[in-house]
Structure formats: C-alpha cells, structure tokens
C-alpha cells in the first residue's frame, strides 16, 4: 500500500468509498481457537501478529491478556515498549481513511527476563509504561515432564523418581541439595541430571523455593489478571537449549490456572515453523519435537480462553495440525502453487471462499490477507501496522541502537544476581558439609558395625557393651566434642 504519498487533501471523498478503508480490520473476531498467520518472507506475518494482538488487547468488546512468549530469532518481541514511529502513515490513514481511533500507542509493558549468567546488566525500564524483572523457577514446582523440553522425552521412572525426590525432600531444602538428592538414585550418565536439572540450578535459573524472583502461580494469576500490562518473555542470554523449557514451564502454568478460574489470554509466537516442520525422523534436537507434540496440544486450549497467535511461513509446516474449524487463519502472500492449493483446497470444497481470494494469494502485498473463519466465508483484509513499534531490517541491535537512541534508561539486578550466586554457593557448601558429615557417620557406622560383627564372638562381657553409648549418633557426637 503506498500510503505516503496520497495524504494529500481532496482524496477524503474518493476515499470513504474506497474499497480499502471497508477492508480495514478493525473489529477483530470472535476467538474460539488459534490464529495462524501464514506468508512467505517478508508477506507480513510477524507485523500482523502483532497488529492482531493489539487489537484483541485494545478493543472494549475483546480485551484479552497479551503474553508475547517468542520473538523468534531476531527478538521481534522487544518492540512492545515504543510507540510506532510511522507518523505519515498514521496521520494520512487518520485524514484519508477517517479512522477515529488513535495511531500510534504507548503500551505498558513488562518484560520478563528469564535469569542466567549471561544476561545483560542493563535492562529496558521506562516507568510507569516499561518495566523489566528478572525471573527465575522454583524447583519444587516442576515437573518431570518440563524437563522433555530440553531433554527430549522423559522416561516413566524419571518422572516417577523425581515426583518421588520432591516429595521427600525437607522443608526448606535448597535446589542445590534436591538436585543432588536426585543424583544419588540415578546412574552418573543421567541425562536429566547433567544435562537439564544441574545445569538450570548452577546457572540460577532453578531455585529455592524461597527465591523472591520466582515466577511460579501466584505471580503467573497475577500477570493474567493484569490485563493492561503486555507481558514479555526475552531470552536474552538464555541457553537455546533452555529456552523451551521457560516458555514450556509458563504456558502449563497459565493453563493450569485458567483451569482454576477462566481469563482470556492471547499467547503469541513467531517463526514457529521451526518447530512444526520437524517430524519424527528429521535431525533436530529432541526438545523441538517435544515442542511440537505441545503446540498442537496447548492450541486446543482455546475452549478454555487460552488462544495462540503463530506466524508460520508454509501450509506444510503444519499439515495436521490446522484446519480446525475453530481456528482464524490470516493467508498472506503465498507465491508457491502447492502452498496456494493446500490453503485452499478444502475452502473450496466447502464453497467458502471466492475465485478472486485464491488469485490474489500468489501477489498480496504485505498487510494484504485473505481471512479465513473457521467455517465461515472468506473476507479481504488489510491489517493496519501496529501501534507499537515493530523489527524493521534496518534496526540493528534492540538495546544498543533503538532503545538506547530513544528512551535511554535502564535498571540493573547486579546487587540481586551477587545475592542470588552467595546464596547458591552457601548452598552448595552447606550441602556438602552435612553431606560430609552424614557419610562421616556412615563410615564410622559401618565400621563400629564391623567392629560388633568381628568382636561379636570374641567380647563376651556385658561390661564393655554398657559403656557403647546407646546411639550410634551420640557415640559421634562424643567423638567430635
Ligand atoms: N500492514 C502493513 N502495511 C504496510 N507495510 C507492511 C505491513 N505489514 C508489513 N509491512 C512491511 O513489510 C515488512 C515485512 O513485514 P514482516 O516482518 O511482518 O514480514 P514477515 O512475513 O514476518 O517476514 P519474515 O518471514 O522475514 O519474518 C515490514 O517491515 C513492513 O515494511
Ligand atoms: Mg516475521
């Protein structure tokens, strides 16, 4: 759309017939299931997704939670915090379209930084609109099955073993001891030791239950029921292999207590075809097909008020998992042949969509989509950009060259992250002293029990046994005063 250059004056009336200004999706759809936004490179997809949230956010009749959970590998997700910057676009479409809404839109937002040591110091904090927080989990409330998601799939003993070491664990203990704990019953090649669970607790992402930055289910009601605030997951830092697990930990969470008491909350994520294309016999990390066995199961969590909105570059991406008649498809530019019958083929047969929508998909131009509800006929629509700010090619580093260029101020944790590591150290150390200790009295244990076993025929006199304490404990006790 070649929106610059027509904001002069005279073009009002030509234009409040326009075609294009009926085309506007303003009003955004009832939701019953996901929203899959579909487009070649550069069609659009990932701008009206997040158009798509602000509207769902925005309009009186919808006002749905925004929880912004993947930014994909660009992190297209930062650009929540500023207001869009398109001035000629908003005021032409504002005279030549007369919307009456306003353009562009502070928004206030939340971004939630999963913690890790190699987390910039400086964060994003523009308040009472922008805030950052770093966030971390608490060990008791996670699930074996969490751990799939940088594992692969978890076997029924794992879980079964590790319900069972949460469970057993004292009051109180540190992440580092119910590590450990686990650790001790489990061969030292466990993959889910090595390779998950100590890792996330050195790094500090896993903590103690009483760590003030973890995220867990009140935090997690209280971002739901906030429905003002856009919540932000950045995983600056984050270890890739870590990554899915956050995003796996906090969407079974949010289920969890929409089950408890129904919100609607609109989860977005971009550039999922990474996932969905993998099958079971690509080479790609186990996580991703777990991943994607997930995905298709959360997008069903419509029912309850839990929708998704995902930008997907191929139908055959996600042969399967669509076609609901639930779900609001948004058909970008589409230029491959079989990507046009595949979208279409079963539109057709059901007599829901028109032979001008399926020649257009091959030459739509970004913002251009042919809207297919589910079950209803198809309609034309042009999204309007968002009223945030959104990744242009030409924005280079997020922090370094637009937030810092424009807002400037930021907040750092380094007081709380030097708090968190003496902590975990003190754990460490604590652990490992009573450890220490325990195995001392083990070894002293088995030795006086050897010791009776060797003596058993030899000491016959009651006299000797009388001056053995009574308990073994005691007996070291004595011995370390
Ligand atoms: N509604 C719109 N109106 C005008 N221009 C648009 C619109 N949507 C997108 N554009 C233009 O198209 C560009 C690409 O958009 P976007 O990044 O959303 O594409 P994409 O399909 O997500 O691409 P990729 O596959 O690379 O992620 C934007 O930077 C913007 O210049
Ligand atoms: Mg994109």
Not at 66 to 80: T, V
Not at 179 to 201: D, E
Not at 241 to 253: D, N, S, T
Not at 405 to 419: A, H, L
């Amino acid at each position: 759309m070649n929106y610059g250059e027509k904001a002069s004056s005279g073009l009002k009336k030509i234009y409040r017939k326009d075609p294009v200004k009926k085309s506007v999706l303003r009003t955004p759809l009832d939701l019953t299931g996901a929203i899959f936004v579909f487009g070649k490179i550069g069609s659009g997809k990932t701008v009206t997704l997040l158009t798509l949230s602000g509207i769902y956010h925005d309009n009186p009749a919808r006002r749905y939670k925004i929880f912004d959970a993947w930014g994909g590998e660009r992190n297209e997700n930062l650009y929540w915090g500023l207001p869009s910057n398109k001035n000629r676009y908003w005021n032409y479409l504002k005279k030549a379209l007369r919307l009456d809404e306003e353009g562009a839109k502070q928004y206030k937002v939340e971004y939630i930084y999963p913690m890790n040591p190699k987390l910039r110091q400086k964060l994003p904090f523009n308040p009472p609109n922008v805030t950052s927080k770093i966030i971390t989990f608490d060990i008791n409330d996670i699930k074996a099955e969490d751990f799939s998601l940088v594992v692969g799939s978890v076997s029924e003993s794992s879980i079964g073993l590790w319900n069972e070491v949460i469970m057993d664990a004292k009051k109180g203990a540190s992440a580092y001891e119910i590590a450990h704990l686990y650790r001790k019953r489990v061969s030292k090649t466990n993959i889910l030791f090595n390779a998950a669970i100590n890792p996330m607790v050195k790094k500090l992402l896993i903590q103690n239950k009483k760590s003030i930055f973890n995220y867990g289910q009140k935090q997690i009601s209280k971002m739901l029921d906030d429905q003002e605030t856009i919540t932000v997951l950045c995983m600056d830092g984050l270890d890739v292999e870590f990554q899915l697990f956050v995003v796996g930990y906090i969407i079974r969470k949010i289920k969890e207590e929409i089950d408890r008491r129904r919100r609607k909350v609109i989860i977005n994520m971009r550039e999922v075809s990474e996932f969905f294309k993998v099958n079971d016999f690509s080479i790609v990390p186990e996580r991703f097909k777990v991943m994607k066995r997930m995905l298709s199961n959360w997008i069903r969590y419509g029912r309850r008020g839990m929708h998704f909105i995902l930008d997907v570059q191929s139908i055959a991406d996600v042969r399967g998992i669509v076609g609901g008649q639930q779900d609001l498809t948004f058909l970008g530019r589409l230029p491959d042949q079989r990507d046009r019958e595949e979208a279409t083929r079963q539109l057709i047969r059901d007599g829901l969509i028109k032979d001008r929508h399926v020649k257009v998909l091959g030459t739509n131009s970004p913002g251009q989509f042919i809207v297919c509800p589910g079950g209803k006929q198809t309609q034309y629509n042009y999204m309007l950009l968002p009223r945030c700010r959104f990744w242009e090619t030409s924005n280079g580093n997020f922090y370094n060259n637009v937030w810092k260029k424009e807002v400037g101020r930021w907040i750092n944790f380094d007081e709380e992250r030097d708090q968190m590591k003496e902590k975990y150290f003190l754990d460490v150390k604590e652990y490992e002293i009573r450890n220490k200790k325990v195995d001392k009295r083990r070894k002293i244990k088995e030795e006086v029990e050897e010791e009776e076993d060797d003596n058993e025929v030899e000491i016959e006199t009651p006299i000797i046994e009388d001056k053995r304490p009574s308990s073994i404990y005691d007996f070291i006790e004595e011995k370390e005063v």
